[in-house]
């Protein structure tokens, strides 16, 4: 497996990440991304029977456990990791669950060409060379076989400023999503369909506790797709929803 200096990097940063025990500061803000995660969830759902899917930076193993539910006909998790991959087998074992994981690079993995019906991924396509890595999984999925994430945006100047003030937070080489890696998304796949989330529901973000139980987030949410139908409140999202085919 070769691996770019940018790649090292990133394996080392989530090698060091998986082995500590407590959490980061900065995850208790995904609370504001519950409903991009229900509709990541749902999409899959009504996607994955009888399907071949890979989880592209499957991480600890997390979503593949949920999307195991799905009646899919395989599902392959990898990860340039080696402790966030050992974490993984460790876990679906424990849970009983048939999913097989493997250290590979994201950027030029060990399939074969058309392998997949679906590859997901929850947070990964920011930490990689977003030609690179959506070529590969342009060459690694079937005809007509679809690609849905969740990413970042890096265009919301106070997140942003966050970011930077935070280094230690994220690895050195990440970089949210801007209208360019947008752009080469539909300009290599068919009928791109991009959902944004995180604007109203992040700023606020202490006024509730629980998402998924609470009124005040589903308002916020619901106000937040009513503003985003307009370009300009688009850019104050912090995350995004993909699904796209390969054409």
Not at 57 to 73: D, F, L
Request: charged share 30%; proline share 2%.
């Amino acid at each position: 497996m070769q691996l770019s200096k940018e790649n090292i990097r990133e394996k080392e940063f989530h090698n060091n990440l998986q082995s500590q025990k407590k959490g980061r500061f900065e995850d208790i803000f995904y609370k504001a991304l519950f409903n991009a995660s229900e509709d990541f969830f749902e999409h899959l759902k009504k996607s994955c029977q009888d399907k071949l899917i890979l989880d592209y930076g499957c991480g600890i193993g997390n979503t593949a456990e949920k999307v195991s539910k799905y009646n899919a006909k395989s599902i392959t998790g990898i990860d340039i990791s080696e402790v966030s991959i050992s974490k993984a087998k460790a876990f679906v074992q424990e849970k009983k669950i048939n999913v097989q994981f493997k250290v590979d690079n994201c950027e030029e993995s060990s399939f074969e060409n058309g392998t997949f019906d679906i590859v997901y991924g929850a947070g990964i396509l920011h930490h990689l060379k977003i030609d690179k890595c959506l070529n590969e999984i342009h060459r690694i999925l079937k005809k007509e076989g679809e690609l849905v994430f969740i990413e970042p945006l890096g265009t919301n100047p106070l997140i942003n400023i966050y970011r930077k003030l935070t280094p230690s937070s994220r690895s050195p080489d990440e970089h949210p999503l801007i209208k360019s890696d947008l752009n080469f998304i539909r300009e290599k796949y068919d009928d791109v369909r991009i959902k944004y989330y995180g604007f109203l529901t992040l700023i606020f973000f202490l006024f509730y506790k629980s998402p998924e139980k609470s009124k005040i987030f589903r308002i916020l949410a619901k106000l937040d797709q009513f503003l985003f139908k307009l370009n300009f409140f688009k850019f104050f999202a912090w995350s995004i929803l993909i699904i796209a085919k390969k054409n």
